[in-house]
């Protein structure tokens, strides 16, 4: 089987790659969505979905069209009917006469993941254009996997859309407006979700993590000395700890982030920053700002994440505080800098 699966975007690429791929069905994917607007969404959801692909080392196909003049223009006498008169047709045909014009046997599409899209009408669709362009039509009811592809694609970090595509779609969206969707009935199964990431905060005896977190300040006194009065966090990734952090408390406004560190095996998955985000949430409504100090290779990760004020900076902290010399990477550790997050 030769499968092109025309693709909306990459979250709802993960559930359907990764069941098709469990089926020995490696299918390749097919960017041609001219609904999507503005352009600044259209560019978001194109460029997640080509960093997806590359990551998942799936084939990708981009058909790059912003058509925002053409979708006015078929769908502005029947707005109401947009997305089975003009999004749906336009977008499936051009996969099935895509894959007829080079060697593709089978067609499928994500939009058959989404709860929220007309799925009747997209299976009788790519119906109609199998037998026109004489094409197989796989077809999958991946609406069994939906939360868990969308629970997958938020740990993924996958930049998640906040409407359907179109400007009549955001305006849906904006107004919180109720769609005349299709509703999928009460006795429809989903599959169970099982969160691979757990964050808590963590009441067992702190002793056991201080190895790990030496790794991230090797001064065993000062580590012992912030965990006294500190709140640890662990981070479990598929029951494995993967990520640890301490967090005391400066005054009745302030609270300081002292270490942040991941499991080696674990770095680069972006699951630092997942625990940041945690801990805002879980510090934001108590107090008014939470910092934190680091050396001068870590500023661009930490103003990234969102401490985007500079506090201040002590001069020679990693040489009055440390007997050995500390390196990060090839540069050798002397001041502290501060940075912010305003919860305000």
Same mark, same amino acid.
């Given at each position: 089987?030769?499968?092109?699966?025309?693709?909306?975007?990459?979250?709802?690429?993960?559930?359907?790659?990764?069941?098709?791929?469990?089926?020995?069905?490696?299918?390749?994917?097919?960017?041609?969505?001219?609904?999507?607007?503005?352009?600044?969404?259209?560019?978001?959801?194109?460029?997640?979905?080509?960093?997806?692909?590359?990551?998942?080392?799936?084939?990708?196909?981009?058909?790059?069209?912003?058509?925002?003049?053409?979708?006015?223009?078929?769908?502005?006498?029947?707005?109401?009917?947009?997305?089975?008169?003009?999004?749906?047709?336009?977008?499936?045909?051009?996969?099935?006469?895509?894959?007829?014009?080079?060697?593709?046997?089978?067609?499928?599409?994500?939009?058959?993941?989404?709860?929220?899209?007309?799925?009747?009408?997209?299976?009788?669709?790519?119906?109609?254009?199998?037998?026109?362009?004489?094409?197989?039509? =796989?077809?999958?009811?991946?609406? /069994?996997?939906? $939360?868990? !592809?969308?629970?997958? @694609?938020?740990?993924?970090?996958? *930049? &998640?859309?906040?409407?359907?595509?179109?400007?009549?779609?955001?305006?849906?969206?904006?107004?919180?407006?109720?769609?005349?969707?299709?509703?999928?009935?009460?006795?429809?199964?989903?599959?169970?979700?099982?969160?691979?990431?757990?964050?808590?905060?963590?009441?067992?005896?702190?002793?056991?993590?201080?190895?790990?977190?030496?790794?991230?300040?090797?001064?065993?006194?000062?580590?012992?000395?912030?965990?006294?009065?500190?709140?640890?966090?662990?981070?479990?990734?598929?029951?494995?700890?993967?990520?640890?952090?301490?967090?005391?408390?400066?005054?009745?406004?302030?609270?300081? =982030?002292?270490?942040?560190?991941? /499991?080696?095996? $674990?770095? !680069?998955?972006?699951? @630092?920053?997942?625990?940041?985000? *945690? &801990?805002?949430?879980?510090?934001?409504?108590?107090?008014?700002?939470?910092?934190?100090?680091?050396?001068?290779?870590?500023?661009?990760?930490?103003?990234?994440?969102?401490?985007?004020?500079?506090?201040?900076?002590?001069?020679?902290?990693?040489?009055?505080?440390?007997?050995?010399?500390?390196?990060?990477?090839?540069?050798?550790?002397?001041?502290?800098?501060?940075?912010?997050?305003?919860?305000?």
């Amino acid at each position: 089987m030769k499968l092109l699966m025309h693709t909306c975007c990459a979250p709802c690429s993960v559930y359907c790659i990764d069941t098709l791929r469990k089926e020995g069905i490696e299918p390749t994917l097919f960017w041609y969505n001219p609904n999507i607007h503005p352009y600044s969404e259209y560019v978001a959801r194109r460029d997640c979905l080509k960093a997806y692909s590359e990551k998942v080392n799936v084939k990708a196909i981009f058909i790059d069209e912003y058509g925002f003049d053409a979708f006015c223009k078929n769908t502005i006498n029947n707005i109401s009917s947009r997305c089975v008169n003009y999004c749906y047709p336009l977008r499936l045909e051009a996969t099935f006469k895509y894959a007829k014009e080079n060697g593709y046997d089978t067609v499928t599409t994500t939009l058959l993941y989404s709860i929220y899209q007309n799925h009747e009408f997209i299976k009788k669709e790519c119906e109609r254009l199998s037998e026109k362009y004489g094409i197989d039509f =796989l077809y999958r009811d991946f609406r /069994v996997g939906y $939360y868990v !592809g969308h629970q997958k @694609a938020y740990e993924e970090g996958l *930049y &998640l859309q906040k409407y359907c595509g179109c400007i009549f779609s955001e305006e849906d969206a904006l107004l919180k407006h109720e769609n005349n969707k299709p509703k999928i009935s009460s006795d429809y199964k989903f599959l169970p979700v099982e969160k691979s990431i757990v964050i808590k905060k963590n009441r067992e005896n702190p002793e056991q993590y201080i190895k790990l977190l030496l790794e991230a300040d090797p001064s065993e006194r000062l580590v012992r000395d912030y965990l006294k009065e500190g709140e640890l966090f662990t981070l479990y990734y598929k029951n494995d700890l993967a990520c640890i952090a301490v967090v005391i408390k400066l005054d009745e406004e302030i609270v300081e =982030l002292k270490n942040l560190v991941t /499991v080696e095996k $674990y770095r !680069g998955q972006g699951l @630092a920053k997942k625990m940041i985000k *945690y &801990l805002f949430d879980n510090y934001k409504t108590a107090y008014k700002k939470m910092i934190v100090g680091t050396s001068e290779n870590n500023i661009p990760f930490y103003v990234k994440q969102g401490f985007d004020k500079y506090e201040k900076t002590i001069k020679n902290f990693f040489i009055d505080n440390y007997e050995e010399e500390i390196w990060d990477e090839n540069l050798q550790c002397i001041d502290m800098y501060y940075y912010s997050k305003d919860f305000n």
